[in-house]
């Protein structure tokens, strides 16, 4: 069982940037998507990017050019680095992760995730 505890959430001024930190407890597989999915008040939830076992990423465009995802493999942390942050970013972000068992890995948005954190809140205030 794999557990996912995000952390950097926090409040932030519109233009501001934070980063998102997401520990995985054990190793998910050999091949894997991990991403940052989101959920306003209100709204469904909501994939925002997303990374595979290759270092692929892949991102919703509301946030592509200002937001980054990445992993350390060694540490087993997903990053979520999130620039020119806007109030319709405020959300509850959560952290999530499926290993891929069959076939090739991508298609990370589109996944149905098995692992997922606690979230971690996210509040830009224009």
């Known amino acids: 069982q794999v557990q996912l505890v995000e952390s950097g959430g926090g409040s932030v001024q519109a233009g501001g940037s934070l980063r998102l930190s997401c520990a995985a407890s054990?190793?998910?597989?050999?091949?894997?998507?991990m991403a940052w999915f989101r959920q306003a008040p209100g709204k469904e939830l909501e994939g925002v990017a997303a990374i595979d076992s290759d270092g692929s990423t892949s991102y919703a465009d509301s946030v592509k050019g200002r937001f980054t995802i990445s992993q350390d493999n060694d540490k087993n942390i997903l990053y979520l680095q999130m620039n020119s942050l806007k109030s319709e970013d405020t959300a509850m972000y959560y952290c999530?992760?499926?290993?891929?068992?069959?076939?090739?890995?991508?298609?990370?948005?589109?996944?149905?995730?098995?692992?997922w954190g606690q979230g971690t809140q996210v509040t830009v205030s224009s």
């Open positions: 054990a190793y998910i597989y050999v091949t894997y998507c």
């Open positions: 999530a992760a499926v290993p891929v068992f069959f076939g090739s890995v991508g298609y990370c948005l589109s996944r149905d995730y098995v692992y």
